[in-house]
């Protein structure tokens, strides 16, 4: 069942270097300059990276930081020059307090994750998925 799709791109602190930029878009290699944080990152979504931005956005070579919890990752961002890659909503609260900024990226980076529950087929829904459901569509959002 599918459940959203969330944006995916690159957040730093609002006082990161890139930021003077910030009427121009950033290429990658303005963004390699910088660590670049993220989770672990699929292969499909390396062959996106590679695709757009070439190979040198190959997430073995590029992320310099991984880290399943995403709290953390966006810790290190505000605190240093390092460069959160995942989905943007991740950084919302962070984002509309003024602590950190979405960076956009040359060529336009438009990719994103899909959510999804998935469940067996023919069991008997456990009634509290009702209110899980719920919990996801207020908070599963850009």
Known sequence: EHLAE???GFVCRSGHPLMARAALAVSFGD???YPLASTPLSDEVARIM???FGPRADPQQAVSLRC???TSLIETVKASDAIFLGVIA???AEIAAGELAELITTPP???GARFAFVTLAGRTEA???GIFR????ERLRD
């Open 127 to 129: 009634p509290s998925m």
């Open 109 to 111: 980076f438009l990719s």
């Open 50 to 52: 590679v695709r757009h």
């Open 6 to 8: 969330l944006r995916a």
């Open 90 to 92: 991740a950084a919302r």
């Open 68 to 70: 399943e919890d995403v």
């Open 31 to 33: 963004l390699l300059r």
């Open 134 to 137: 719920q919990f996801v569509a």
